[in-house]
């Protein structure tokens, strides 16, 4: 019987990338992706072909048993497949992985096991709290704070006598019981305490107060699992990072596919921005297409392959692959696409576009295609439903010839909380169905919410729904709705200087 292999893999904690660079490397080249709730939904970007399954294992939500789990990565690896179980934090830091290193011995299944960043040392440390240091504190302790079992009188004693930094992992329910014990056991009530709430993302909080009442600051704060709590003389220092970034304290609603969404919450991410994810379009593949086929297999009888999104270039390729056309077949066509995204994915198949538009519009490509094609040649336009009629328009008005073939759909999914209103700072508009989705869900902006949108057609859409009073980024690429974004930060910044 052919067996994969199964790599446990440690996502860290917090920000897709505090993940080590050979767990990245194995998310990118696995079959199968099984993942934790908590781990960051970006890293889900980076296994584009691979099979995804949420199993949970989340406080308060609903998870697969354990048991489960194991049983689902040896049936995955039994069917030869590279399987990527991503867990949170560190895989064996309270995340049951010796558990499935058993059950995939016993299963005689190959594994590897890649470390992870656990959030009992880093989520203390991005709040600016050493778990050690050589004045005050030689050791720490990790203890779990889950169940009433996990802080039994007998073990509180001995944590309590140890001298060292006491951390307190998914503790937050039983914070009475911890602190009542801690001093019940001779840990002086002035002892200071931190509470961390959703560390090492943009949206953290901190609250620090001592054993004796930090249960009270703690209700008047409201804060909200999961959190790190961290017990000791070191929380006293405060080593908060000094270098600040742009969108620090900025919460953005990001629209769009999950690509698209993926795209710029990395770039807004990367200044310090706290992204509310709401990704409401879905791609659906035509898969049962005989017109996309049978042009792919006359493919050699077009001058040009017109693509128009990121999306469509992936189906192209992909579909080519599955019906076996060799790529050399393409030698004699060229290529038009809309954004350097779109040209980036066929990069990646050593394909270079010879057409890309300076304006990223339907209309732009059409204008550039007029000017480029001669009577004799026909084109090949590869893209989704409902696509923008401007570029066959254009085309018409021209007696260009082409085949315009739809490969895909964008389809509305409204599993988000519906009748909601968005009140982050800011919500980006990148495509004109994103705008679509958005207001035919029922979802509704808050005054101070700035609106941010792509360009002049998203813009139209935005008008379409009754929305004035918008900001239409300068380039029509995700870089434009970020340097908007940073652009409008800076300029209120200012003013209240």
Known sequence: ????????????????????????????????????????KELLEYAENAEKICVGKRSGAHSETQKTINSLLIEKARENKTVVRLKGGDPFVFGRGGEEVIALKEGDIPFDIVPGISSAIAVPELAGIP???????????????????????????????????????????NLPKIVHSL???????????????????????????????????AENS??????????????????????????????VTVTGTQRLSSKLSKQLSAYGADINHMNHLNIIEYRNNPKFDKALNDIEKYSYIVLTSM?????????????????????????????????????KYGIFAELIPNDFTSEALGKLLVKKVHSDEKLLI??????????????????????????????????????????????????????????????????????????????ETLIKHGVSGFNISKTKTVEGITDTILKIVEENSNEKI
Not at 317 to 335: G, M, P, S, Y
Request: glycine share 8%; net charge negative; aromatic share 8%.
């Open 1 to 40: 019987m052919n067996k994969g292999r199964v790599y446990l893999v440690g996502a860290g904690c917090g920000d897709y990338d505090l993940i080590t660079l050979r767990g990245l490397e194995l998310i990118k080249k696995c079959d199968v992706l099984i993942y934790d709730s908590l781990v960051d």
């Open 131 to 173: 778990v050690t240091h050589r004045l005050t504190s030689r050791s720490f302790h990790v203890i779990t704070g889950h169940t009433a079992e996990d802080i039994l009188p007998e073990n509180m004693k001995a944590y309590a006598e140890c001298g060292g930094t006491l951390i307190f992992l998914m503790g937050l329910k």
């Open 183 to 217: 001093i019940e056991n001779g840990m002086s009530e002035n002892t200071p305490i931190a509470i961390i709430s959703n560390g090492a993302y943009a949206k953290n909080q901190t609250v620090r107060a001592t054993l004796k009442n930090i249960c009270n600051v």
């Open 222 to 251: 409201e804060i909200k699992p999961p959190v790190v709590i961290a017990v000791g003389k070191t929380v006293e220092y405060d080593f908060s990072p000094t270098i600040k970034k742009p969108l620090e304290d900025i919460s």
């Open 311 to 347: 999306n469509g270039a992936e189906i192209f390729i992909n579909r080519l692959k599955a019906l076996k056309i060799d790529i050399r077949k393409l030698v004699n066509i060229k290529f038009a696409v809309i954004g350097m995204g779109t040209a980036s994915v066929l990069e």
């Open 382 to 459: 590869l893209r989704a439903e409902k696509g923008s009629l401007l570029l066959t328009e254009i085309l018409d008005k021209n007696n260009i010839q082409y085949d315009d073939i739809n490969t895909y759909g964008v389809q509305l999914d409204y599993k988000t909380e519906a009748n909601k209103t968005i009140d982050t700072d800011f919500i980006a508009f990148a495509s004109s169905s994103g705008v679509d989705a958005f207001y035919e869900g029922g979802f509704t902006i808050s005054p101070k919410t700035k609106i941010v949108c792509i360009g002049e057609i998203t813009a």
